[in-house]
């Protein structure tokens, strides 16, 4: 029997209280609509979310591990992006 | 503010509990993982409605409970509508079986959902969001089959051609039924049949299918003469309450 | 990045001692390993005969189960149990999700479990006769398998051990629910009392075999656990589930059929007798009785169905065809 591949897709869900859409796994489905319909049947039975979105897994770009150093650790040491680096006199009150 | 009669509620719920329990046999047998939780997802949606609406059967009879109602009848005495307990042949037959039973809930909930009798009208506010997901669902399911494969298209049709004369049954209006639209509890089935009929023929032409043209209807189910189909089926539901009667599980 | 990127590719990794030694350190500092992070090829194949293995249970598991569902006493228990056999499907879904991840298509892992080349949870091939036999399975099988799933949740793998967080939480009812079924059998008709004391007597050495040969015979163990695979050797899960489950089983009042069975006060565990090893490993051969019958069953439904997930396929090639074409 050739072992045929459908399609595999990346789920992302926001919680009903949530902020960001967050990835719980992925469904296998034929097109978008069954897609969203599997993540739907699958992922939010517990009444996780409000909010779904599938992306077909092949479509993902991410950054290789490997330039972790390069891509990353350049951020963590610029404390000026951060409000600790400043100091405000406590009379201004909160900021 | 009116009341429904046991009787009508009974029909609804036995309704639900006998697809729920076709739905249930899909356990296992599944096309696919997804279709397996989505098939176990309508299920418990209509086992829900169905604990509902025997639950409430029960208060208005007195001296019952919901298992007594759903375990415990003769097969006449159970008024589903003959489509429900149609077997499973094939997945074909399980999704049209839904779409011509979820085109016509889903707006007969909505419908219910202004009826004259307040717990009727808590039901029908959970269960037509949920009917309009099963409608959803065996609409995509239609579509695909039938505008997939020959194989598909034809073994669908089939289903088609042989479910079309089950559906007459759901705008069934006997002296009940009559009894309760007065009441304003039911809605005129004749309302419901428009968008019925524009659910299904769209979904069927969209699928490339032929809309039957045949206009003879099965008939019993209300007044429990029922297809061969449910005595086996009612078989297995029984057997525990049956062979240990008046235990607690 | 997950399977469809890395079907067909080598993924080769230089494994040199320096590449091994690093990767052990990050083990060690319990950093989590995600898809795309070099990993021995041995960590990869391990992971994938593991989380594989897992899946394919959870699969095979619905059907003891889920032949009882047209036949629960009660309304509330069959909603309960399709909720239940549904929970394990969906957690096979997940583990294939997480197994997809290694490079390997879910296509070739469900192929793999009906030539009937991939293992499974033996505990699966014997079979569900009667209405206590779903409380066992749920307090006795469920139980032993959150035994073994909770300290997975601190796999070194990342989306393995993100599933199993997911697992466990959705567990935590299906024990209950086995519990009380045989709580409510215990205290009921002396019919009630004896078919759940039956169903334990059938379950009870298959629940215990579920943690594997003893650690003398296991041959995965070693690099699994420095690897952080696996955290807790067969037989140290094995009497964990021992002394959780007998104070459990004396609550309901059922005898556990180990003449064996005493409480050891020095030591402070439940000793029980020696298990059928070669029960063990014939049911692990093929030779349980629902073996061919469960493989049977699932071959079956993927057969008769072929032509559902082909009308699908050739649906969604139809519609992209037109989307191209009404684009042009």
Known sequence: MTVKHSPLWEVFIRARNGVAHKHVGSVHAEDAEMALQAAR????????????????????VASDPHDKEAMFEPGENKPYRHPTFYEVPDEVGHM | MAQADSKFVLRLADDHLILGQRLAEWCGHAPTLEEELSHANIGLDL???????????????????????????????????LLVEFPNEDFGYSVIRQLFFSAFMHPYWQALTSSADAELRAIAGQAVKEAAYHVRHSREWTLRLGDGTEESRQRVQTAVDDLWSFTGELFEVDDLYRQMMEAQVAPDPVSIAPTWRETVVATLEEATLQVPTETWMQTGGR???HTEALGHLLTELQYMQRAYPDMAW | MYAQGLIGATAETRENEAFLEAFQQRIDAEEKIEPRDPMPAAYRKTLVRQIAQHAHSEIVGMLPEGNWITRAPTLRRKIALLAKVQDEGGHGLYLYAAAETLGVSREELVDQLLKGTAKYSSIFNYPALTWADIGAIGWLVDGAAIMNQIPLCRCSYGPYSRAMI???????FHQRQGYEIMSVLAKG???????????????????????????????????????KIKRFTNDELRQKFVDATVPQAHHLGLEIPDSDLRWNEERGHWEFGELDWNEFWNVVKGNGPCNKQRL????????????VREAAAAHAQKRAERNRSAAS
């Open chain 3, 166 to 172: 997911r697992i466990c939480k959705e567990e935590s």
């Open chain 3, 296 to 307: 049977r069953q699932r071959r079956k439904a993927h057969a008769e169905n072929a032509w």
């Open chain 1, 41 to 60: 049947d699958v992922y939010t039975r517990r009444g996780e979310g409000v909010s779904i979105w599938i992306v077909p897994t092949a479509q993902i």
């Open chain 2, 223 to 225: 007044v429990g003469r």
């Open chain 2, 47 to 81: 086992l829900g409605q169905a604990r509902n609406l025997f639950a409430y059967a029960s208060q208005l009879l007195g001296g019952t409970d919901e298992d007594r109602l759903a375990f415990l009848r003769l097969e006449h005495e159970y008024k589903n509508v």
């Open chain 3, 189 to 227: 008709s002396d019919a009630q009392r004896r078919m759940a004391q039956d169903a334990l007597n059938r379950f009870w050495w298959p629940s215990l075999m579920m943690f594997g040969p003893p650690d003398s015979s296991s041959k995965h163990s070693d690099k699994s656990m420095r690897w």
